[in-house]
């Protein structure tokens, strides 16, 4: 991964292939500030544009993956300069501009935007002892970042709107049930390494596969059953002019990493 040094945030390239960002304002539980989620946005770009990682893995500390948005940071806003600022959208390019897989690994407070950012990456894991919620309603607003629309879809509407409304938390155990999270484990640490694991399977794919994998499911989500599954056929027909489907389908049984070209 490309050197990269940051106040809020700490990069590392653990196992090859895999970007690891760690949250990094212990003190504030990782809050995500505007200059602590810039610092994001720029090391997820580098990443998203660095040829040799193939999956990137988000991470805060045992005790906090991130407690929300700062509060000290919008207590003072007002509407004029919230709007005119659009505050908050910057926090959307997790999910428009980062093409490659981004697994969460989720251990203590995943709060209001916390929550947000974990379900703004692509597959979520956490530990059974993780804490997630909206509790915005608690501050006199509402989920800005998301959590109303993607807490929704994952969970289902009475759920998310029972948590919406009532500020109340829910178990890393429950996210698992419920199919927020994909996996639960019972130690932060195995948390961590397995998304480490998932992210260099992952990376050691063929990354044109990759990307357009990570592009038809996401589409899920905006387009009807119909024009998914054509979106799909149109994605699935074009990989047929990638080197690595050619080298995928000739040996088939030895397909990790030393084959793939990345073309
Ligand atoms: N913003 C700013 N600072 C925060 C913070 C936040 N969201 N969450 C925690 N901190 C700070 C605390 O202010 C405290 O700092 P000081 O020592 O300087 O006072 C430090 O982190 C440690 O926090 P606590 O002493 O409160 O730790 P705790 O273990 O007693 O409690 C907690 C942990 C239950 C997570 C509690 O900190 C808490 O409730 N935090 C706020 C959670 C919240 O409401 N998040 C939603 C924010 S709104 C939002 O996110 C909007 C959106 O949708 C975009």
Redesign the pocket.
């Known amino acids: 991964a490309p050197a990269m040094s940051y106040e809020h945030i700490l990069v590392s390239n653990p196992k090859p292939g895999v970007g690891l960002v760690t949250l990094n304002r212990p003190?504030?539980?990782n809050?995500l500030s505007t200059p602590l989620f810039l610092e994001l946005n720029d090391a997820l770009l580098k990443l998203n544009q660095d040829k040799d990682t193939g999956a990137i893995v988000i991470t805060g500390s045992n005790k906090?993956f991130a407690?929300?948005?700062?509060?000290?940071e919008m207590k003072d806003l007002t509407f004029s300069s919230a709007y005119t600022t659009d505050f908050?959208e910057l926090w959307s390019s997790p999910t428009s501009q980062i093409k490659k897989p981004i697994i969460a690994a989720v251990n203590g407070?995943a709060?209001?935007?916390g929550c947000?950012l974990a379900m703004m990456t692509d597959i979520i894991y956490c530990s059974s002892t993780a804490t997630f919620g909206q509790?915005?309603i608690?501050?006199g607003?509402i989920?800005?970042?998301g959590?109303s629309q993607r807490l929704t879809r994952a969970i289902g509407k009475s759920r998310a709107m029972e948590l919406i409304l009532t500020g109340k938390n829910f178990s890393g155990k429950e996210a698992g049930e419920w199919g927020l999270a994909a996996r639960v484990f019972q130690e932060p640490e195995e948390c961590l390494e397995e998304a480490l694991k998932t992210a260099e399977l992952i990376a050691g794919y063929s990354q044109v596969a990759v990307k357009a994998a990570k592009e038809v499911v996401n589409k899920s989500q905006d387009l009807g059953v119909r024009d998914g599954m054509e979106y799909e056929r149109r994605v699935f027909h074009s990989l047929f002019g990638s080197k690595d489907q050619k080298i995928g389908m000739f040996y088939p049984a030895s397909i990790p990493v030393p084959l793939l070209t990345k073309d």
């Open positions: 003190r504030a539980l809050a906090a407690a929300g948005a700062d509060i000290k908050i407070y709060l209001g935007g947000e509790p915005e608690k501050l607003t989920p800005g970042a959590g």
